[in-house]
T-cell receptor
Framework: AQKVTQAQTEISVVEKEDVTLDCVYE???????LFWYKQPPSGELVFLIR??????QNEISGRYSWNFQKSTSSFNFTITASQVVDSAVYFC???????????FGQGTELSVKP | DAGITQSPRYKITETGRQVTLMCHQT?????MFWYRQDLGHGLRLIYY???????DKGEVPDGYVVSRSKTENFPLTLESATRSQTSVYFC????????????FGPGTRLTVL
């Protein structure tokens, strides 16, 4: 079965702290993509990044970085020097078939306090 | 403006009433999706469509009906609303395939009394 688990329901940090959001996935497919979405308090879902199953290189974009490890079936997301504007719910998702369907994790609510 | 829109943005209805949520996209994406978002469950797929007149069930289809007569529109109907269908509903679209991210509408907050 395909599944995405985000075990951290809520995380609270103080501004400028680094924070890592965990994502563990399950799939039997060899070809798949993993995604991260951000849902700020305004409610919309914003695409952040995709990673394919054959590319284990880490990705860095400004204060954001992603660590993909097939050996542990994890695709973790780190925010360096967090800011209040990072406060949001973050979703990890898996796409494993040509239909483009996404399987979402339960989401992690990040609260960054000033 | 190009994009994906949903209407209404907020809806309050009563148990047993029929409700239709609208979704419209201007990208000519072949695939469209309906999700519901509930606390503790993330987003769960209700129905999706690969093209006009082609629809299929997702994870939680019971109590919902969809149609897609035009590529750009994908309405979701609750034939007889129940309190358990109180949720935030998101429509999304993409070109299909395992690579492409989905683009989401702003959501519809539905309350069933």
């Amino acid at each position: 079965a395909q599944k995405v688990t985000q075990a951290q329901t809520e995380i609270s940090v103080v501004e400028k702290e680094d924070v890592t959001l965990d994502c563990v996935y399950e799939t039997r497919d060899t070809t798949y993509y993993l995604f991260w979405y951000k849902q700020p308090p305004s409610g919309e879902l914003v695409f952040l990044i995709r990673r394919n199953s054959f590319d284990e290189q880490n990705e860095i974009s400004g204060r954001y970085s992603w660590n993909f490890q097939k050996s542990t079936s994890s695709f973790n997301f780190t925010i360096t020097a967090s800011q209040v504007v990072d406060s949001a719910v973050y979703f990890c998702a898996l796409n494993y078939n040509q239909g483009g369907k996404l399987i979402f994790g339960q989401g992690t609510e990040l609260s960054v306090k000033p | 403006d190009a994009g994906i829109t949903q209407s209404p943005r907020y809806k309050i209805t009563e148990t047993g009433r029929q409700v239709t949520l609208m979704c419209h996209q201007t990208w000519s994406h072949s695939y469209m999706f309906w999700y519901r978002q509930d606390l503790g469950h993330g987003l769960r797929l209700i129905y999706y469509s690969a093209a006009a007149d082609i629809t299929d069930k997702g994870e939680v289809p019971d109590g919902y009906v969809v149609s897609r007569s035009k590529t750009e529109n994908f309405p979701l109907t609750l034939e007889s609303a129940t309190r358990s269908q109180t949720s935030v509903y998101f429509c999304a679209s993409n070109y299909g395939g395992v690579y492409n991210e989905q683009f989401f509408g702003p959501g519809t907050r539905l309350t069933v009394l």
